[in-house]
Structure formats: C-alpha cells, structure tokens
C-alpha cells in the first residue's frame, strides 16, 4: 500500500456521460499529480496541484478538470467522454524529497 | 519542450545485467528518476539522479550525465519478477511534475 487511495479501481461507462475520480494523497502530502496512461502514449502528465492551488498544467483536455480540496484529496472531473478517453488514470503525491508516490490507478473504460 | 527516448522492449536472461538507456532534452534540469511497472500496476520509483555519476541500490544502479543529456539503469543479477515496464523521467523545474518516456518493456526469460 502505497498510502495514496484511488477511487474507483474500475469504472465502465458509455460516451458521452462524465465521471469524477478521486484521490487521496499520502499524510503530510502537499502536492497531488494526475496521470493518465494509455496503451499506445505512456504515462502523460494532466495537472498538478499544491496545497489547494493549481500549479502545472499539461495535457489536459478542456473536457478535463480538476480540483484539490481543503483536506488536500482532489478530484478529477472527465465530461463528454470519448471512446479514446479509456484509459488508466493514476493519482501520485509527493512531499519532501518531492518524489511522486503512485495510487494503484482507476482503470475508465467507455463503450 | 522535453523529449525522453529510451528503447521499446530489451530481453534478457535470468541471472543476467542488462543496461537500459535513456537520452533526454529539456529546457531545464532538476532531476532524473526512474521507474518499474509491473502491468497493471502503479509505478514504483527505482532512483533518482540529479548530479552526474553512478548512484547504486542493491541489485539496481542508475548513471547521469548532465551534459550529454544521458541516463542509464542497470540491473544486475536479473530475476523473473524484474520483468517490468521501466520508465525514465525528468522534472525540469524544482517542484513541478515528471515528465515520462514510454518506457522500455523487459522480459527476463530462464
């Protein structure tokens, strides 16, 4: 266990609808990161927050939103889903050192 | 922008070392990691490098040259269970997020 929590694990759904994935960072981590991970493209950055605060942008599609709260969880929002989005979509905090822990992912597939 | 390579797949044989290669470009530098994922699974970090040499963990040794824009990762003594994806990753800015290669897939046969 990584001590950061991903949720759901699975998540089927058709295009068109939106889902919102969560994460909760490890005690005492500050900034969140979301990834998302397909077969043919790797590991690519969405957005990275710190303490509440938006603080790298990457690719992350206008569809796409995010948001860290109060008590440092965040919330990826995914709207107007494409059969493309289907993905693996992992969460990661870091505190200091500033190196990224990975929650187990929340697989999305979209019929 | 930031462009990382590294070799798709590489294959070896258990008790084995292979050396899996990295080149990278970006604006900045802070810092050089790596990764292994096992399929399915999250990424586990492997090392870190930030200045230039060899930085050595158990079976698993990391090399940065900064001024050839170069890293590799070598694992000594393989097993099966090191049948893994392995990603380079570099941050060029202090606290900003990691910017992943594609990864080179490693199958260690007996």
């Known amino acids: 266990d990584s001590g950061v929590t991903q949720t759901p694990k699975h998540l089927i759904t058709a295009t068109g609808q939106r889902v919102t994935l969560r994460c909760s960072p490890r005690s005492g981590d500050l900034s969140v990161y979301w990834y998302q991970q397909s077969l043919d493209q790797g590991l690519q950055f969405l957005i990275q927050y710190y303490n509440g605060e938006e603080r790298a942008k990457g690719n992350i599609l206008e569809r796409f939103s995010a948001q860290q709260f109060p008590d440092l969880h965040s919330e990826l929002n995914l709207s107007s889903l494409e059969l493309g989005d289907s993905a693996l979509y992992f969460c990661?905090?870091?505190?200091?050192?500033?190196?990224?822990?990975f929650g187990a992912g929340s697989r999305l597939t979209v019929l | 922008g930031q462009n990382i390579d590294q070799p798709t797949e590489m294959t070896a044989t258990e008790g084995a070392i292979v050396q899996i290669n990295c080149t990278y470009q970006?604006?900045?530098?802070?810092?050089l990691f790596w990764y292994q994922q096992h399929a399915g699974e999250a990424p586990t970090f492997l090392s870190y490098n930030v200045l230039d040499g060899l930085e050595e963990k158990g079976r698993f040794s990391s090399f940065l040259s900064r001024s050839k824009g170069y890293s590799y990762l070598l694992l000594k003594e393989l097993q099966m269970k090191d049948s893994a994806s392995y990603l380079c990753a570099v941050r060029d800015q202090a606290g900003t997020a990691l910017i992943f290669g594609k990864g080179t897939t490693l199958s260690v046969s007996s």
């Open positions: 970006t604006s900045g530098f802070n810092g």
């Open positions: 990661a905090s870091s505190g200091e050192p500033p190196l990224l822990t």
